[in-house]
């Protein structure tokens, strides 16, 4: 049952109770008044007590008409207040169910229209304050599920952009391994031209020699059948016939100019022993420096011994265009993988030839070259004196593909490749300094206390923990 209908109810009950009340009383004074009537003995009744009781049942009946009259107006004003009351109660508290339902059907903007600052108004306040609050922690509920959606989303591109990343890492890592070997393979191509020159050269005088040689050998061997000769015939010749006999043998020695023979044969044959040394060097230089194209693990290198085969293999650049000067500090071996620090090192003195020789100059350039050790380090230094490099060009000239030289004449990964040998795969520094107008220096820093075990590590986690034998 309805608050409403319950106070409608009590109201109702309170002027039921007020009507039977005066109906009571009205039945009671009717009864005094009919037993006072009947108590009245006819013997005494007379014309004043005739009006005695006519009075007093004129005085019942008036009263009768006021209780009547104050029961009538008790119901009404019981039935008019029950009513207000009710109206006062039920229309706020029907205000607040329909807004508690909308409320319910998620419309959170619902207004509450109760102005009272009763119970029922503090009612409706708290209302407004629920639905304040219901709407914050729906809106935050809201901003909380946009932000899981958003972030759901955000994490899917980034693992898109991840596996992308990897992806192109990979294929990076794929391609600079391709730049590394068509970069070698440049290397080979303008090295060929290189060892030509240098074995053509002491095998040309090897030649030559040994041409000489024969001729010498041709003469020696005629000289040799005359002597043979003389002395088969000393037996049966007399002495004054021997005498004519050494004098031909004197004279063919002159024509033939043994003596000279005799003094050069040594120096020829020195010389063709120096020629084929140099070239046995050069092959060997170039066996050296094509360590890089074996899958060979790490090993102990001396980096004097790699600037000296390097600058053996780079002779062909350098030959012409400059003076090498060599300041070669005892230096600590060092564990590394001995081709690609060749490959630096010949990388690095090519560079500097080609540089000294796009000058126009009449004199030779100069390429000094010092290693020394430094703060754990093997340090060397290879500068020239050349253009040098422009300050716009130095911070990228270690950055691949960048190079300065016209079309066709440079791929720009020579620096780039070098710079990763150095730094990524063997933990080192490769700097650059080029002052205006004073040439250019590399500093390539090798650290000293790195053994055999922790570089294999390294290059396990650059190959994703497969050890499959590749050189990092």
């Not at 809201?142 to 992806?167: H, M, P």
């Not at 049966?236 to 063919?252: F, I, K």
Request: hydrophobic share 40%.
């Amino acid at each position: 049952m309805r608050i409403s209908q319950r106070l409608n109810l009590g109201f109702l009950a309170i002027a039921m109770w007020a009507a039977v009340v005066g109906h009571i009383s009205l039945l009671k004074l009717k009864q005094m008044s009919d037993q006072l009537s009947s108590e009245v003995p006819k013997s005494f009744e007379s014309i004043e007590m005739t009006e005695v009781v006519r009075k007093v049942r004129a005085s019942t009946e008036s009263t009768t008409r006021v209780v009547f009259v104050f029961t009538l107006v008790a119901l009404v004003l019981a039935l008019s207040s029950g009513l207000f009351i009710s109206r006062s109660i039920s229309i706020p508290l029907a205000q607040l169910r329909a807004a508690a339902a909308k409320i319910g059907k998620g419309n959170l903007n619902a207004e509450i229209k109760v102005a009272s600052k009763d119970e029922i108004g503090l009612l409706a306040a708290s209302y407004k304050r629920m639905a304040n609050d219901l709407k914050r922690t729906t809106t935050s509920i809201d901003n909380l599920n946009r932000e899981i959606v958003e972030r759901k989303k955000a994490e899917e591109t980034v693992s898109l952009a991840y596996e992308e990343l990897e992806n192109a890492g990979r294929e990076l890592r794929e391609m600079q391994s391709q730049q590394v070997q068509d970069a070698k393979l440049i290397s080979i191509g303008q090295l060929a031209a290189g060892v030509a020159h240098e074995l053509n050269t002491p095998i040309g005088f090897v030649t030559y020699n040994l041409e000489t040689l024969e001729n010498y050998v041709t003469k020696m061997q005629e000289l040799l059948e005359m002597y043979g000769k003389l002395f088969g015939e000393i037996e049966a010749l007399e002495r004054s016939e021997l005498l004519s006999e050494a004098v031909v043998v004197r004279d063919a020695r002159n024509s033939m100019q043994i003596d000279h023979i005799l003094e050069n044969i040594t120096g020829l044959l020195d010389d063709s022993r120096e020629g084929l040394e140099r070239a046995t060097n050069v092959v060997k230089s170039l066996r050296g420096f094509s360590r890089i194209d074996k899958l060979e693990d790490l090993g102990k290198y001396d980096i004097n011994d790699g600037v000296r085969t390097s600058v053996v293999v780079a002779g062909y650049e350098i030959k012409g265009v400059a003076d090498i000067e060599m300041e070669l500090s005892e230096v600590p071996e060092i564990i590394c993988n001995a081709g690609q620090v060749n490959q630096v090192l010949l990388n690095l003195l090519i560079n500097a030839a080609q540089a000294i020789k796009s000058q126009e100059r009449d004199d030779k350039g100069r390429i000094k070259i010092r290693t020394y050790a430094a703060d754990g380090d093997v340090v060397c230094e290879i500068s020239d004196s050349g253009p040098g490099i422009r300050p716009d060009d130095l911070p990228h000239v270690l950055d691949p593909f960048f190079t300065t030289k016209a079309v066709g004449q440079g791929t720009g990964l020579g620096l780039s490749i070098s710079h990763d040998i150095v730094v990524a795969k063997h933990k080192g520094k490769l700097l650059v300094e080029s002052p205006a107008g004073k040439g250019t220096k590399f500093t390539m820093k090798l650290p000293v206390h790195r053994d055999r075990g922790e570089a294999n590590r390294e290059c396990e986690v650059e190959n994703h923990g497969k050890s499959n034998g590749v050189v990092c």
